[in-house]
């Protein structure tokens, strides 16, 4: 390699890094900056957004580029007010990360069609949106009535709920659960109608449970039951469930959620389950649990069930009916405690912005309430009915990202994340990511790039709350789209033979088992060229000068093996300070 002192502008370097990948490696003398610029609306790359600037500036800040500088992710439901192509671009473009497919609602073919059209946007902006398919999970309800408008129940009577087929009165009605006689004690505690009314156990046989009522009120046909201290010999997945759960894995959502979760043991069924299902070589789709049962507290449940799935919802509308509602914030924080110590991504969902379902604005109590996930550290928070069935959802989601930019700008922000206290990791892995922290906040530069395969490296990184946002890069879809879900992540959409890994359909080897390295990996500037490439797309970087970390395991193809770290401009690795050194 030799330098000549033939001024070329670095600007037009870096846009030759923004163009194709034959543009990588032009034929060229070395340089100096020159004190005079080229025209950035000759060189870079068309699907970047140019302007006229000065010499220092690469590129115009994209459109979109505040869509992707926010670190708490948006989750949206999709229901009757978003099934549209239209909408879901809409609220793609308003914020939404990730998209849910409730399973609750609706038939499988409605949810594959749904799953297209995101596939559809996704492709559009060349960007991974993650979908979450959310399993129903078992409904216990109590029978019929005679009476079909149902019976007034007074307080202090006895109410018997027993396995009687016959038509329920003011006395008594069908419980047709008998886990629910068998683990129920005296003095438990069942609730009926999101506790609108709430017996408790005064007496039991083996086919009834007699109660006293303490909180009057009006019971009807298939009202659902609750038993916030009773842990049910039951499955967390109903024979709807694991229909659904096979459709998913067929379909290819990327995350699912399990409902009904009350000890480790449920967590462990579905992947049994996953496994059963998934076909060879096929991309496993991650699972979340909804902690909504006071049992997953018990003990060390909750340690153990976030440690066995990938991630975490706060359900907070059945959590907010089995606890009491002054102890839901303090669960909350927990949860998001528990999921941050062992680099697990969170959820808080149910009610953030329910005023919205009929108003275009919320009450104050709902942004505080959206601004309390934010500060406890939550990686994602999401719309339910204000998306899937409101009148404006794309409101809702524009007014969760107001929230999200107000938040993450106040300066306590910072401070209560950082409040956190987590055990040093001991491995390189954790090491480098630390390390890449730390210099990332020094330098104050505009990014870091992590290369990962699994997502491994992305999401240690995710679990230091840097300072700036993570570029993820990965050979796989799947991945990229799974790692939507973590704070402050965002990942590229790979393309066949990009990153420095290939992705063809036709080579066999590509798995994420036995990833195929190309032979062009020998060339480490060419990674790190894409890095660069990739940060000027989303708008990270516009100026040459610009630095970022970038962080990545040699040799390529090793699962969690970052054991390198890199700072380099914006104008790629062949530069610095203005000086830019090319093939002769």
Not at 385 to 393: D, I, T, V
Request: hydrophobic fraction near 40%; charge should be negative.
């Amino acid at each position: 390699m030799k330098f000549s002192t033939t001024s070329v502008s670095v600007v037009a370097i870096l846009a030759a890094v923004a163009g194709s990948t034959s543009a990588f490696a032009p034929t060229m003398s070395a340089v100096r900056k020159s004190s005079s610029s080229t025209s950035l609306k000759s060189t870079v790359a068309p699907s970047i957004p140019t302007t006229e600037t000065s010499d220092t500036s690469v590129a115009s800040i994209p459109k979109f580029a505040q869509r992707w500088r926010k670190s708490t992710k948006q989750l949206a439901t999709l229901g009757p007010a978003s099934s549209t192509l239209e909408m879901i671009e809409t609220l793609f473009l308003a914020g939404a990360d990730i998209f849910r497919l409730n399973f609750s609602h609706g038939s499988q073919e409605q949810k594959l069609e749904l799953l297209k059209m995101i596939r559809e946007v996704e492709e559009k902006y060349s960007h991974p949106i993650a979908v979450l398919g959310d399993l129903q999970g078992p409904k216990l309800r109590v029978g019929e009535f005679s009476n079909p408008e149902g019976e007034m129940l007074e307080k202090g009577q006895t109410f018997r709920l027993d396995l009687d087929e016959a038509q329920g009165d003011n006395t008594r009605v069908m419980l047709p659960h008998p886990e629910i006689i068998e683990a129920s004690e005296i003095d438990h505690v069942l609730l009926v109608d999101d506790g609108k009314v709430k017996l408790t156990v005064i007496g039991k046989g083996d086919k009834y449970l007699e109660c006293r009522v303490d909180v009057p009120g009006k019971i009807s046909n298939r009202k659902g039951v609750n038993t916030p201290d009773s842990v049910l010999d039951i499955s967390p997945l109903t024979p709807k469930d694991r229909s659904d759960l096979e459709y998913m894995i067929g379909i290819g959502v990327d995350w699912i959620a399990l409902s009904f979760v009350q000890q480790p043991s449920d967590i462990e069924e579905i992947h049994e389950l996953i496994d059963g299902h998934l076909k060879e070589d096929a991309f496993r789709p991650a699972v979340m649990a909804k902690i909504e049962k006071p049992s997953c507290f018990f003990g060390d449940n909750l340690e153990n069930i976030v440690e066995l799935c990938d991630g975490i919802m706060v359900a907070r509308g059945d959590l907010g009916v089995e606890c009491a509602p002054e102890d839901v914030p303090l669960l909350q924080k927990q949860i998001i405690d528990t999921c941050r110590k062992q680099g697990k991504p969170v959820v808080v969902a149910t009610q953030m912005l329910e005023s919205m379902i009929e108003s275009p604005t919320p009450t104050r109590a709902e942004a505080s309430d959206v601004a309390t996930a934010i500060y406890d550290g939550a990686d994602a928070i999401m719309l339910s009915a204000e998306s899937a069935a409101g009148k404006f959802p794309e409101e809702s989601v524009a007014m969760q990202q107001r929230i999200i930019n107000r938040v993450e700008s106040d300066p306590h922000y910072r401070r209560y994340l950082n409040q956190l206290t987590k055990k040093a990791g001991e491995t390189p892995t954790d090491a480098v990511t630390i390390a890449a922290r730390q210099i990332a906040q020094t330098v104050n530069a505009k990014g870091i790039v992590s290369f990962t395969l699994q997502g491994s490296t992305a999401l240690r990184a995710s679990q230091e709350r840097p300072t700036v946002p993570v570029l993820a890069i990965t050979p796989f879809k799947e991945t990229a789209r799974q790692l939507a879900m973590s704070w402050g992540v965002y990942p590229e959409l790979p393309r066949s033979g990009s990153f420095g890994f290939s992705t063809s359909d036709d080579d066999a080897l590509t798995t994420v088992d036995n990833p195929h390295v190309s032979a062009a990996d020998g060339d480490f500037d060419i990674v790190l060229k894409n890095a660069c490439r990739a940060a000027l797309r989303k708008g990270l970087v516009n100026d040459p000068n610009d630095l970022l970390v970038v962080t990545a395991g040699i040799p390529f193809g090793t699962p969690g093996a970052a054991n390198i770290i890199r700072l380099l401009p914006a104008a790629g690795p062949s530069c610095w300070d203005g000086v830019c050194r090319v093939d002769d």
